[in-house]
C-alpha cells in the first residue's frame, strides 16, 4: 500500500485451477494432459487452458518444521482478534449501532485516516480465516467467517446498497472517485481486500453466506463504474486499486457472467499494461506494490480471456522484477518503490527495503505463470523468496510479521503489534503463513511435481495415490518421498533440481536412478510404482555470493536458497524495541549508532575464508580487525541487529 462465454464451475473445479488465497492459477476449463504451454493469439476471447493444477490445500498436511510452527503462531493471532471490533465502521456506515469498538492503527488513527484503509484488515482476516479451514478444518474460522458475512449483509440491507465500507466519509469517498474528484487515500485498494476476502471466503470455506454478499457487492461494483468513459476509467486507475481485474476474473470464473470478465478488463490499467506487454520496462519511481497487484490480475485476465498481450505483460515483468531487481532475498525496492539498478549501492542500505507485501505478492505471481508454464526458474524465485522474504518476515515467539526488511547494516526487523498497527503487511501476514502448503506439489495430467523440500504429504485421490515426504532441509540438502497406493500405479515423478545445486542424484529404493547435472531443471521418473517405493533425492548446497553488476563490491553471503545474515546481537535494544506501532518511522526506531563490523578482501574469493560454526546451518568468517562474525540463515534471524549485504573494503597490504 502506498502511503501519503463460459458456464459456471463447480467450487472444487475452481479450486483445482486457482490458487488457494490467492486464486489466480489456470483457467476453469480442463487441465491439458499434455505439459505444454497452449499459448492463444492476442485478442482471443476464450479462456486459456492451464497447464498443471494445484492440489487442494486440504489434501496436503505438513508435518513439524518452521513452516507449521509459523502456521501455528498466525493461527493464534487470527482466533485471539475480534469480528466486531472489525466491523465497527462497517456498521457505522450503514447507520447501525457497532458491538465493539473499534481496533487502532490504519483503522481508526487519524493519523493514517489520509490513506483511507479503513476495512481492509477485514478482507485479509476472512482471507486468512479461509485458508486456515481449508488447511485444519477447524471450524472456528467457518464460523467467524459466517458471523462476518452476515454481518455484511445486515449493513448491505440497512444501507439499501450492496457496497460495504468502512471509510470516515463512507460511501461518499467511493461516489467522489467515481465521479473523478480529487480524493486522498485508495478506496479500491480497500475495497480490494474485501472482494477478496469474500471470495476466499466462499471457495475456501464454502460459505453460503459470504457468496450471497460478494455478489451484490460486485453488482453493485458493475452499476456504479458503468457510466465511465474508458478514458475515465483509466484516471480512475492512476490511483491505487489493488488487484480489482483479477478479482473481477475470478469472478467470472465462478458465475459465468460477462459483465464481471468486460469489468476484469477495464480495472486492467492500460498505462501499465501496454508497455509491458510491449516489453519495455517503465518501472523505475513507481510504487511496486500498487503495480504487482495489478500484474497479478493481467495474468488472471489472460486465463479468462485468452489474450496474449496480458500474459506477455506478466510474464515480461516477472523476469524484469524477479531477475534483474530483485535483492539477494528475492525482495525489491526502498521505501516502497522500484529504483533504478544503476543507483544499487544508493538504496540496498535503506532501512525500508523488501516491503514484504511485495514479496508476498511476488509470489502470487510467481505461482500463477508456473501453473501456466511449468518451469524450474519459477520455483528457484519462489524458495527463495519464501525462506528469505516470507518465512523470515515472521517473529518466531509472538507471530507478528515485518513491513519491510532492510538492510541497513546492524538495523533488525520490526514487527507489528497485536492491535494498534494493522498495516497492509499485517493483512499478508495472516495469509502468508497459512497457505505453505499450496505450492510444495502440484500435478497436470499424470505427473506429480516436487517443488519444495518441506515435511509434508500429499493425496492424490484421483489417482489413489499418497506421497509423503519426509526432510531434514535446509538443514540436510536431501528429502526422502514415500508411496502409498491403492494398486500398482504408472505415474511420472517430477523433482526439482534447484539452480543453486550442481548435481542432484536420485535414489529409487536404494538404487540410483537417475543423475543431473542441469541445475534449474527436473528430474524425470516415469515408471509403475508399488506402494512402499522410497524416493531420496540428494542435492549440493555451496557457499556463494550474490551482487548486482552496478555494483559489484557489494555481496551478500548465500547457502544454497538461504541468504546468510551477520547476527550482530542486541546491543543497545530494550526489551521489546523490535515491537512497533507505526510503519511510517522505519530507520528512526532503534536507529542510535552501532558498531558493525567491516569485511576485507577480493570479493570474487572472500567467500572461500568462511569457515563452518558450531551448529548446522551457522557458519564464521573473520572480520577486518579478525574478529569472528557469526553467519546464520537469515529467516531465522529475530530480536537481534543483523547485516544481510557486506560493502567489501580492500585487503590491508
Known amino acids: 500500500m502506498i502511503d501519503p462465454c463460459c458456464a459456471p464451475h463447480s467450487r472444487r473445479h475452481f479450486l483445482a485451477s486457482a490458487a ?57 493471532y487470527l482466533l485471539s482478534l475480534k469480528p466486531d471490533r472489525m ?15 473499534v481496533y487502532g492503527g490504519w483503522e481508526s488513527e487519524p493519523t493514517w485516516d489520509d490513506i483511507n484503509c479503513h476495512g481492509h484488515t477485514l478482507g485479509h482476516y476472512l482471507s486468512g480465516c479461509a485458508l486456515a479451514y481449508r488447511s485444519t478444518r477447524d471450524k472456528r474460522y467457518k464460523q467467524r467467517i459466517d458471523y462476518i458475512a452476515n454481518e455484511l449483509a445486515a449493513c448491505q440491507k440497512a444501507a439499501d446498497s450492496g457496497l460495504v465500507c468502512a471509510f470516515p466519509k463512507g460511501p461518499a469517498l467511493v461516489a467522489a472517485h467515481l465521479r473523478g474528484e480529487k480524493i486522498t487515500g485508495v478506496p479500491w485498494y480497500t475495497l480490494h481486500k474485501i472482494y477478496a476476502g469474500l471470495r476466499d471466503a466462499t471457495l475456501l470455506a464454502d460459505s453460503a453466506a459470504s457468496r450471497a454478499v460478494l455478489l451484490r457487492f460486485a453488482d453493485w461494483a458493475v452499476v456504479a463504474t ?50 509491458l506487454a510491449r516489453g519495455r520496462d517503465h518501472l523505475d519511481g513507481l510504487h511496486a506494490n500498487t503495480q504487482i497487484p495489478k500484474i497479478i490480475g493481467f495474468q488472471r485476465v489472460y486465463e479468462a480471456t485468452g489474450d496474449a498481450k496480458y500474459r506477455d505483460a506478466a510474464a515480461f515483468f516477472w523476469r524484469t522484477v524477479a531477475l534483474t531487481r530483485a535483492f539477494a532475498t528475492g525482495g525489491h525496492g526502498d521505501n516502497e518503490h522500484f529504483f533504478p539498478m544503476a543507483d544499487f549501492e544508493s538504496h540496498v542500505f535503506s532501512a525500508k527495503g523488501s516491503e514484504t507485501c511485495c514479496q508476498h505478492n511476488m509470489l502470487r505471481l510467481t505461482r500463477a505463470l508456473f501453473l501456466q508454464d511449468p518451469q524450474a526458474a519459477y520455483v528457484d524465485y519462489y524458495e527463495r523468496t519464501l525462506y528469505n522474504g ?20 546492524g538495523y533488525m526487523k520490526l514487527y507489528h503489534t497485536p492491535e494498534d498497527s494493522f498495516w497492509c503487511c499485517t493483512g499478508t501476514g495472516m495469509e502468508n503463513h497459512v497457505k505453505y502448503r499450496d505450492s510444495i506439489y502440484f500435478h497436470g495430467g499424470n505427473a506429480l511435481f516436487v517443488n519444495l523440500f518441506v515435511s509434508s504429504s500429499v493425496n492424490w485421490k484421483e489417482k489413489g495415490a499418497k506421497l509423503t515426504q519426509v ?15 491403492e494398486k500398482p500405479t504408472a505415474l511420472t515423478l517430477k523433482l526439482r533440481h534447484p539452480r543453486w545445486s550442481q548435481s542432484a542424484i536420485v535414489l529409487v529404493n536404494g538404487v540410483e536412478t537417475a543423475r543431473s547435472s542441469d541445475p534449474g531443471s527436473y528430474v524425470e521418473l516415469a515408471r509403475t510404482w508399488n506402494s512402499g517405493d522410497e524416493v531420496e533425492l540428494r542435492l549440493a548446497m555451496e557457499l556463494a555470493i550474490d551482487r548486482a553488476p552496478a555494483a559489484p563490491d557489494i555481496i551478500a553471503f548465500t547457502y544454497g536458497p538461504l541468504v546468510l545474515a551477520g547476527a550482530l546481537g542486541r546491543e543497545g535494544l530494550p526489551a521489546g524495541a523490535d515491537i512497533v506501532i507505526n ?16 569485511l576485507a578482501g577480493d570479493p570474487d574469493k572472500i567467500v572461500e575464508t568462511i569457515k563452518p560454526g558450531a551448529k548446522p546451518l551457522e557458519f564464521v568468517i573473520a572480520s577486518a580487525d579478525r574478529t569472528p562474525v557469526r553467519l546464520v540463515p537469515y529467516h531465522r534471524i529475530a530480536h537481534e541487529r543483523y547485516a544481510t549485504y557486506w560493502k567489501i573494503e580492500p585487503a590491508a597490504v
Open 20 to 76: 488457494t488465497g490467492a486464486l489466480v492459477a489456470g483457467a476453469l476449463a480442463d487441465a491439458a494432459p499434455a505439459l505444454a504451454w497452449q499459448a492463444q493469439p492476442a485478442g482471443a476471447s476464450g479462456p486459456a487452458k492451464a497447464v498443471l493444477e494445484p492440489f487442494d490445500i486440504a489434501d496436503v498436511d505438513l508435518a513439524e518444521s518452521p513452516f507449521l510452527h509459523a502456521q501455528r503462531m498466525t493461527e493464534a
Open 471 to 485: 526432510t531434514s532441509f535446509p538443514e540436510e540438502p536431501t528429502t526422502r518421498l514415500r508411496w502409498t497406493l
Open 226 to 275: 458503468k457510466p465511465l468513459s474508458d478514458a475515465q476509467f483509466e484516471t480512475m486507475l492512476d490511483t491505487e486499486h489493488g488487484g480489482m481485474n483479477e478479482v473481477f476474473a475470478d469472478l467470472y470464473f465462478m458465475t459465468g457472467n460477462e459483465d464481471y470478465r468486460a469489468l476484469s478488463q477495464r480495472f486492467s490499467h492500460k498505462a501499465i499494461l501496454n508497455p
Open 390 to 409: 516470507i518465512l523470515a518476515s515472521q517473529d518466531p515467539d509472538s507471530g507478528m510479521a515485518t513491513y519491510f526488511q532492510g538492510a541497513r547494516p
Open 583 to 598: 510503519e511510517r518511522k522505519y530507520g528512526s526506531y532503534n536507529d542510535a549508532p552501532v558498531k558493525v563490523p567491516q
Open 87 to 101: 466491523l465497527h465502521n462497517f456498521r457505522v456506515n450503514a447507520g447501525l449501532k457497532p458491538k465493539a469498538p
